[in-house]
């Protein structure tokens, strides 16, 4: 079955560019139909939607972030992955990566920390 | 932007039927998506499309829409269904933005 898992730097220096990846196994991210997404959820806190990449290379993002943030696929490398710029400490989260809104990967915790 | 709109808290005993809303203005026209998320594990998804249940979801958990608002409804609440709940939909904009919820913790006890 197709498994999601997150991967990359757990600390990240104020106004650097958080950088995540998500490696899909069991499928191809390549197959059409699907959405990739990537969503946040603050320390203690409800989740929020980030954006999400169509099968078509079609992006849309969270309006609140879009001026910040780049999804992006490797087809090479059955990867999908999140570019955040200018990160303050308010980007600190755990960090998920989803297929549809239906299969999770366990979530990555990302600090924004000097 | 757009905001769906859930209560904080519900609590009901083991058995009963506990029911959690989420409204929207653009319900009337979007699905309605639920997850459950228990503490310290990633979300997974409870409902979709209004009233769809994925597969190896408890046939207790069902959901509806009608209107503005959409409703989880857990008929026969278990311990382990205490968790937060969050409904998700996109707004009718065009624009491809998704929102969640504020979430909901269900209590069962």
């Known amino acids: 079955q197709v498994q999601l898992q997150e991967s990359g730097p757990g600390l990240v220096k104020p106004s650097q560019t958080l950088s995540l990846t998500c490696t899909v196994s069991?499928?191809?991210?390549?197959?059409?139909?699907?959405?990739w997404s990537w969503i946040r959820q603050h320390p203690g806190k409800g989740l929020e939607w980030i954006g999400y990449?169509?099968?078509?290379?079609?992006?849309y993002y969270n309006p609140s972030l879009k001026s910040r943030v780049t999804i992006s696929v490797d087809t090479s490398k059955n990867q999908f992955s999140l570019k955040l710029s200018s990160v303050t400490a308010a980007d600190t989260a755990v960090y998920y990566c989803?297929?549809?809104?239906?299969?999770w990967g366990q979530g990555t915790l990302v600090t924004v920390s000097s | 932007s757009y905001e769906l709109t859930q209560p904080p808290s519900v609590s009901v005993s083991p058995g009963q039927t506990a029911r959690i809303t989420c409204s929207g203005d653009?319900?009337?026209?979007?699905?309605a998506y639920w997850y459950q998320q228990k503490s310290g594990q990633a979300p997974v998804l409870v409902i979709y499309?209004?009233?769809k249940r994925p597969s190896g979801i408890p046939e207790r958990f069902s959901g509806s829409s009608s209107g503005t608002m959409a409703t989880l409804t857990i008929s026969g609440a278990q311990v382990e269904d205490e968790a937060d709940y969050y409904c998700?939909?996109?707004?009718?904009?065009?624009?491809?933005?998704?929102?969640f919820g504020g979430g909901t913790k269900l209590t069962v006890l």
């Open positions: 990449i169509y099968y078509s290379g079609s992006t």
């Open positions: 989803a297929r549809d809104g239906l299969i």
């Open positions: 499309e209004d009233s």
């Open positions: 069991g499928g191809s991210i390549s197959s059409g139909g699907y959405y």
């Open positions: 653009a319900l009337p026209k979007k699905y």
């Open positions: 998700y939909s996109t707004d009718s904009s065009g624009n491809h933005s998704w929102v």
